[in-house]
C-alpha cells in the first residue's frame, strides 16, 4: 500500500512547518490578530463593517497557505503583485477573489463606490452652515496630512511614501487606499492597513484628546440652534454641482473622488429613491464589506513582513493625533474669535472620518451639558473635513506623481 | 538635509494650494447663496406689494379719493 504523506494532504501545516521561524511567527501572530479583530469588531470596539471581514479574511489567507508548485507557496486568494497581462489571465482564473481586487481594488474603484455611499448619507446642508468656519476647522484638522510627511521624509521614506501615509492624519479611509495605489503601490498594503485599523480606533481614543485639551465647562458650551438656515434640495444641488465642477477643474487627479462624492449628494437630493436606496444600501455596504475582506486577505505575513511596516504604524498615528490637536486648536481658534460662542469640541470633528468624529464630538458635549446640541456644527465641519482631505490627496498627488 | 527641506518646501506648498482651494469652494458657497437670498427677498417683496396692492379698498386710491 502507497505511504500516505499527511502533511501533503494538510498543506496549511506543511508549509509552516517548512517555512522560515519568522513567516511562521508572523502567520501565527496574524491568525491571532484576525480572530481578536472579528471579537473586537463583534463587541463594537472596533468598527464592526471592517473589522469583521477584514479579521475573517486575515486569519484565512495566514492559515491557507499551500503548495502552488513543488517549490513556491502561495494561496489561492489573491496575487496584488501580478500586473503582466499573461500571469493576470492565469491567476483571475485561479484565485477566487482576484476578479473582485484587479477589477475593484488595485484601480480604486472600491474607494469611489465607498465616497458615494458616503455622498449619499451625507447631509450638505450642514456645511452650509457656516462653511467658512467650518472649513476653517476642517483646514486645522489636516495639520497631521501636512506635519507627518517632513517627518516621513525625515525617517527614511520617499516623498511618494511620504505623502501616503500622512493621508492617514485625514482620516478618511477611501482617501488614503486612492493616494497610496497612485503614489506608493509597493507599500499600498500596509498602508491602508494601517489607515483603517487607526480608523477604527478614532473612536476609542478622541474622547481622551478631547477631555485632555478642552476643560468641561467649554466642552458644554451650548450653540445657538437659530443660527441654522434652511435650505431647499435646489440649493443644495446647486452648490453641489458648482463645487464639483470647480474641484474637478481644478484638480482633475482627483476628480474620480471628487464626482464619486458630490454625485452621491446630488442623487440624494434629487430625490431619485430607488437610486438613493441602491447606492445607501447595497453599494455602500457591498464595497466595505469587500473592502474589508480583500485587506483582510491581503494581510499575508509575507506582505505584512515589509521593515517599513513598524515605521508606518508610528507615522499613522502620530498623523492622527496631530490632526486631532489641530482641530481643536481651530475650534479654540473659532471659539476666541466668535466671542466665546462656539464649542471648541466641533474642532475634532474636522478630521473627517464621517460622521464617526462628529458623534464623537456631540458625544463629549453632552456628557458635559445635556443640553448641548452640536450635531449640526460639527456635521459642517465633518463634511468640510471630507473636502479638504481630498485637496491635499489631489494636490499631494498632482506635486509627486 | 536637503531632501527634508525640500518636504517641507512641498508640504507648505500644498497647506497654501488646499488652504487657497477650499477656501474657495467656501467662498463659492457664501456666493450661491447671497444670491439665493436677494432673489428670495426680491420675490417676497414682489409677493408683498402684490397683495398689499390686492387688499388696498378700490375708494382708497388717491385719485378717487379726492
Known sequence: MQEINFLYIFQGIATMVASDPIIVFARIVLILLGIAFVYLGAKGTLEPLIMIPMGVGMSSVNAAVLYLSETTMGTIFLDPMASEPSQLMDVLQINFLQPIYTFTFSNGLIACLVFMGIGVITDIGYMLISPFRSMFIALCAELGTLLTFPIAVAMGLTYKEAASIAMVGGADGPMVLYTSLILAKDIFVPITIVAYLYLSLTYAGYPYLIRLMVPKHLRGIKMDPKQIPSFTKAEKMTFAVISCTLLCLLLPVAAPLFMSFFLGIIIRESDVKPFVEFISGPVLYGSTFFLGLLLGVLCEAATILNPKVILLLFLGITALLISGIGGIIGGYIVYWTSGRSYNPVIGIAGVSCVPTTAKVAQKEARDANKFAMILPWAMGANICGVITSAIIAAVYVTLLR | ?66
Open chain 2, 1 to 66: 538635509m536637503e531632501y527634508f527641506l525640500g518636504s517641507v518646501k512641498i508640504m507648505l506648498i500644498v497647506y497654501g494650494l488646499s488652504a487657497f482651494i477650499a477656501m474657495l469652494v467656501a467662498g463659492i458657497i457664501k456666493l450661491i447663496f447671497a444670491g439665493i437670498r436677494r432673489q428670495r427677498v426680491s420675490a417676497a417683496a414682489k409677493v408683498d406689494a402684490a397683495v398689499n396692492s390686492s387688499s388696498m379698498p378700490a375708494n382708497s386710491e388717491p385719485g378717487k379719493a379726492a
